[in-house]
């Protein structure tokens, strides 16, 4: 069975670059923790530039996530999402997302496989979902550190915290739930 097309357009092969970089940056993905495994990789093994096929349909994603078994780095686009295969074989995937602002922005490991097996789950509801994420800059609580790393303590020996805005991608139903916390909207 042939799985999608090649990369077109030229929008296409920039969000594809972009997302090669990311990927090339995942040690999962290049195939540094399996060579640490002690498995002989080459270039045609793991995430490479030709690696990456484009569906136009919903359909054809979901069967080639029912489908599985797919190669290190085999990395799929569906309109402003990618996916890349970050185990030999297996079903886990880095996911990206083409945001309105142009930037690429990793966020997720998703077993897509399994999601397929559960008849009960609505999978093309959490694709729109994942294509619908929102940037969001929030407040969030931290360990205070010091200046070594070492993290600072009170005097009963508890982590002291401090509150940083920092910025987070929600999709689904958690954004409604983070949007009452959100400073800001950064991109959708």
Do not use: P
Request: charged share 30%; aromatic share 12%; proline share 0%.
């Amino acid at each position: 069975m042939m799985f999608g097309r090649k990369l077109e357009d030229e929008e296409e092969k920039l969000f594809w670059k972009k997302c090669y970089e990311l990927g090339m940056s995942n040690d999962w993905c290049n195939g540094k923790f399996s060579e640490a495994d002690g498995n002989f990789i080459v270039e045609e093994d793991r995430l490479n530039k030709k690696s990456v096929i484009v569906f136009d349909s919903f359909w054809e994603l979901a069967c080639y996530f029912e489908h599985g078994n797919w190669c290190l780095g085999s990395s799929v686009i569906y309109r402003n999402l990618c996916m890349i295969q970050q185990d030999n074989g297996g079903d886990e995937y880095l996911t990206m997302k083409l945001f309105k602002d142009g930037v690429v922005r990793s966020f997720e490991s998703i077993s897509f496989g399994r999601m397929l097996e559960d008849t009960s789950f609505h999978f093309s509801q959490y694709i729109d979902e994942l294509m619908g994420a929102t940037l969001l800059l929030s407040k969030r609580d931290f360990v205070k550190h010091d200046k070594e790393g070492e993290i600072l303590r009170d005097k009963e020996g508890l982590a002291l915290i401090e509150e940083k805005e920092c910025e987070i991608i929600v999709y689904g139903q958690s954004i409604e739930e983070e949007m009452k916390t959100a400073t800001k909207i950064i991109t959708d």
